[in-house]
C-alpha cells in the first residue's frame, strides 16, 4: 500500500505546480530497494509524464501512454540499500550505497550507480568516507569477464565503456591499467598497462606497456613495453610484443634451461616450441645443445577426446659423445619412448596402451630425476584392445607385450597375445535344496590365451646355445629371431564350490583343468656318429592336458585379554589358520607320452627330456605331488590408556600388523617331503614412526659336511650334501636358517608420513578450495610428486634394507642398502632437499642431489646440484608459476635431465 502511495504521488505532482521539488524525488529506507525499469517504454517523456516504478514482483505499475519503441529490449533492474534519487528532468536514477544494476549478461555493483534512461548511459564509482577512503568501487561483469574498476561509464546501446583504474583477469593472467576502452567486441584498450600473473594488489612482477590491447580468447598485443619487477623497471625493453591468452592453448617459444655438467660441459636444455595444434592436441619439439660435443632431440604430444579417450607420447633422441679424449672418444645414439593411452568410459570397446622402452644404453647415458627409473632394470610395454561378446558371457581382448631388461640386454616381445574369458558360471545357483548349498555355490569358468613370443635369448629357444646367449635385437638378426619364435595356446577350466563345516570352518574344494597347444614338438634322440643328442622339430599339432584337484579350510580365531592394572586396558589376537590339500598326478610318466629318457653320450648316462622343452607354456609337471600346505596368520593389537588423556576413549596400538608362518608337506614324496619353513612379520614402532617387515627361510634337513678346499685360485671350495633327516632329530633346533631380510623406512616428521592416497586426497581438496579447475586438479592429482609442499616445514625419509643369506657351511653373505631424501624449509618461501644413499659394498654414497626451492608467490626458482659423481652437474631453472600453485602454496619441481 505504501508503494502504491508513492507512485501516485510522483505521477500528481506535475499537475500542482512543485516545479522545484519535482525536479527530484528522494526515498531512504533502512532496507534494501528492489526496482526493475523498463528502459524500452522510456525512450521520449515529458515533464508531465511520471516515471513508472515497479518492484520486483513486477505486481504493481502504472502504463504511460505516451511513450515510443526505444533500442533496448530487456529490463535493466536495480537496487540500493541506502537510497534511490528519481530526476524526472535529467532522466537520471542515483543509487547510493551496496547499489546493484543488472542488464541481461551485464552486471554492476558499487557505491554509488547513475542510469540514464535517455541516453542509456551507466556512471559508476566508489564513495568517499570521513577519512578519505574510497569504498564500493565498481565491479563490472559483462558475459562472464569481470572488471575491478575505479570508475566506470558503460552505454547500453553500443555496449562499449571507458573505464579508469580497471584490475581484469584473463583466464590465470591479470591487467591492470589507468584508462582502459571497452568495445562492443569487448577488447580492451588500455593506456599505461600492467600484465602479470600475480594475484596480488601490487604484483611481484608484470609486463608494463604504454599501449596495451587484449583480445578475449586470442592474444594480447603490446607496444613498447618492458619487464617490472616488484613495480621497478628493468632494462628488458622491447618494441612489441604478443602474449597469449592463458586460458587457452596457443603456440610459442619454449625458453631452455642452462647448467652445467662435469661429463658434458655447458648446456641449454629443454629449449623449443610449443604447438597448439587444436583443443584436443598439442606438440612440444624440444632441444639441448652441450659444449662438449652431445645433443639432443624431443617430442612430447597430449591429446584428448572428451568422453572417449586421453593419453601422451613422449620421443626423446640424444647423441652422447662419450670420452674424455679424442683417442677414447665414442659416440653413443641412445632414444626412448613412453606412450600411455587411457580410455574413457564410453561404450564396450577399451583400448589401452603403456609402452616404456628404448635402447639399453638409454639410463646409462641419460640418467634421469626419475629416481625408479633409473634404478630399475626391467621395463615393460603393453598395448591391448578389449571387448564384450554382445548376448554371451564371453570377452576377449588382443594385445602386444615387451618385456626388457636394459641390464642384461634381455628382450621379449609378445606379439600377438589373445585371450578369451568367460564369466564365472553357477549352473546349480537355481537348485534350492536343503543341505545342498554348495551345489548352488559351485562354479566354474573357462580362460584361453595364446601368443607369440620373440625374444633374443637364443639360450631359451636353442640347445645349441648357452642359456645366457642374448643376440643383438636388430634388423639384421630379425628374421633369425621370427625363425625361433615360440608361440601355443593353452586352456583353462577351474572348478570350485565352497560349504561351512561345523559352522565356523569354511571348505573350498578345487578342481582344475590345463591343456596346452601347440604347432610343433621335439623328438630327441642319441646320434651314435655325432655322439651327443640331436633335437628333431617337427611341426605338427601337439596337445597335452594335466589336472589337479584340492581342497582348503580356514577359520578365524579370536581371543582377548583385559589386565586389571596399567595403562594397557585390553589385548586382542586374531588367528587365521588355513589348511590346503592339493593332488596331482606324475606327468612324467610314459603312458603321457610327453617325457622321456634319453640317452646323451658314449657311457650310457641318460637324461629325460620334454618334447614340449623351452615352449612358451611350458609342459605338464613331472612328478606326482600330494602336498599338505600349511599357514598361520595372527594379527596382534592392543588399547591403551595414557595417563594425560582426558578422554574416556583407549587409543588402538597395533603390535603386530602380520605375523605369519607357513610351509607344506608332501605326503607322496619319497623324502625331502617337508618344504622350508616361512616367516614373516610386519609392525609399526615409535607411535608409527618406523616401518618394520622382517621376512626369513629356514630349511628343516641336516646339512652333511664333506670337506673344505682351497682351489688353484685362492678361492675356497665348499662340498657338503643335504640328506633327508630332521634338524630337530640331530638336535639343531627346528633348522636352519638360510635367508633373513629386514626392511626399515620411516619418515621422521608424522605430517609428512602420509601414504600417497592420502597424499594425493589432501592436494586435490585443497586445489577444489582454491578454485582450480578439474583439469588442473587432475595435472595435480596424476604427479603429486612433482609439486613441493611449503605446508610440510621438514621432512627426513629413511629406507634401509639388509639381507643375510647362508647356505650350510659356506660363508655367509650381507647385502645392505640405504636410501635416504628430505627437505626442510628455512623460511617461508626457501625450501632446500636431497636425494642419496650409501653403497656398503664400495662404501661410498650414490648418486647425490641437491635441490634449492625459492617460492615467490607468482615464480619460483629452482637449483639442482648433482656435487659429485659421474653425472655432476649444476641447473637453474627460473619461472612464473600457475596462480593455482600461488594459491595452493606449491611449487612444481623441474626434472633435469642428463639428456
Sequence with gaps: MRRYILSIFIFIVPYFGFTQDADSLVQKTDSLINTSLDIDSLKTLTDSTAAIISDSTKAEADTVKNKKKGDIATTVNYNAKDSLNFNLKTQDIIMFKEAHVDYGEIELDADKIKVNYNTKVLDASGLKDTSGNISGKPIFSDRGQVYQTDEIRYNFDTKKAIIKGVVTQQGEAFMHSNWTKKNEKDELFSDHALYTTCNLDHPHFGISANKLKLIPGDKILAGPFNLEITELPTPLLFPFGMFPMPNNKTSGILFPTYGEENRRGFFL????????????????????????????????????????????????????????SEVDSAVSKDFWIQWSHRPESKGTGRFSASVNGGTSSYNQNNPTSNYQQQVNANFNSNISYSNVIAGTPFNYAISARHNQNIRTNEIDILLPEVALNMNRQYPFKKVNLDGFDWLQKMNYSYNFTSTNRITNNIGRVSLEATEDSIADFSPENLPFLLERANNGGRHRVPVSTSFNLFKFITASPNFNYDEVWYLRELNHRYSDSLKTVVIDTLNTFSRAGSYNAGIGFTTRLYGTIYPKKGPVKAVRHIMTPTVNFNWRPDFGEEQYGIYKEVQTDSLGNTRIFSKYDGFVYGSPGRGKSGTIGISLANTIEMKV???????????????????????????????????????????????????????????????????????????????????????????????????????LSTNLNPKGKKSDDENRNNLEDKARQAGATEDQVQALSNNPQMYVDFDVPWNLRVRYNIRWSKDGYEEATVQQTMNFSGDINFTENWKVGFTSGYDFEQKDFTQTSINIFRNLHCWQINANWVPFGRFQSFSVDIGVKASILQDLKLNRRRSWWDN
Design 641 to 743: 590408556k595414557k595417563a594425560s588423556d582426558t578422554s574416556d576413549t583407549p587409543t588402538k596400538v597395533k603390535i603386530f600388523d602380520n605375523l605369519s608362518f607357513s610351509t607344506s608337506y608332501n605326503i607322496i614324496a619319497d623324502s625331502f617331503r617337508l618344504a622350508p619353513i616361512s616367516i614373516n612379520a610386519r609392525t609399526n614402532l615409535f607411535n608409527n614412526k618406523l616401518d618394520v617387515n622382517i621376512q626369513t627361510g629356514i630349511n628343516p634337513y641336516v646339512i652333511v659336511l664333506d670337506s673344505i678346499t682351497t682351489n688353484e685360485r685362492g678361492q675356497t671350495e665348499v662340498f657338503q650334501r643335504e640328506i633327508d633327516q630332521y634338524a630337530w632329530e640331530g638336535g639343531q633346533g627346528i633348522g636352519r636358517l638360510t635367508t633373513a631380510n629386514i626392511a
Design 269 to 324: 636444455r629443454d629449449g623449443g616450441y610449443y604447438w597448439a595444434i587444436s583443443e584436443y592436441i598439442d606438440l612440444a619439439l624440444r632441444g639441448e645443445i652441450y659444449s662438449k660435443g652431445s645433443y639432443g632431440l624431443s617430442l612430447a604430444s597430449n591429446y584428448k577426446k572428451r568422453y572417449s579417450y586421453s593419453g601422451n607420447i613422449n620421443i626423446r633422441f640424444n647423441q652422447q659423445q662419450i670420452g674424455e
